[in-house]
Nanobody
């Protein structure tokens, strides 16, 4: 699976962005997917995850209630809707995939086999 993330940019605090991650490959619809982010000098951290059907989702506490992860398997696309953005959300955001059936996703980066190149999100105060 090849992943291409887009939708990042510069936004003021309180604003919104929608990230997209388009997948090339036949295994997207049977893959657990995740969004991770990495700020300069920090480790990559889990943001959100979604099972292959989209029926199971999960979020880091820091984004719960503000971010929504979704997917459209017909379009081979993963989304991350980010609302009420804060300066501490500034990071490079990565989408990731792993072949995984059932209502599961991983919160650990090393569990994922495929990664996109990332898209930069910068939130100004």
């Amino acid at each position: 699976v090849q992943l291409q993330a887009s939708g990042g940019g510069l936004v003021q605090a309180g604003g919104s962005l929608r990230l997209s991650c388009v997948a090339a490959g036949r295994t997207f619809s049977t893959s657990g997917m995740g969004w991770f982010r990495q700020a300069p000098g920090k480790e990559r951290e889990f943001v959100a995850g979604i099972s292959w059907t989209g029926g199971s989702t999960g979020y880091a506490d820091s984004v719960k209630g503000r971010f929504t992860v979704s997917r459209d398997n017909a379009k081979n696309t993963l989304y991350l809707q980010m609302n009420s953005l804060k300066p501490e959300d500034t990071a490079r955001y990565y989408c990731a995939a792993v072949p995984l059936s059932g209502p599961y996703y991983y919160t650990t980066a090393k569990k994922y086999n495929y990664w996109g190149q990332g898209t930069q999100v910068t939130v100004s105060s």
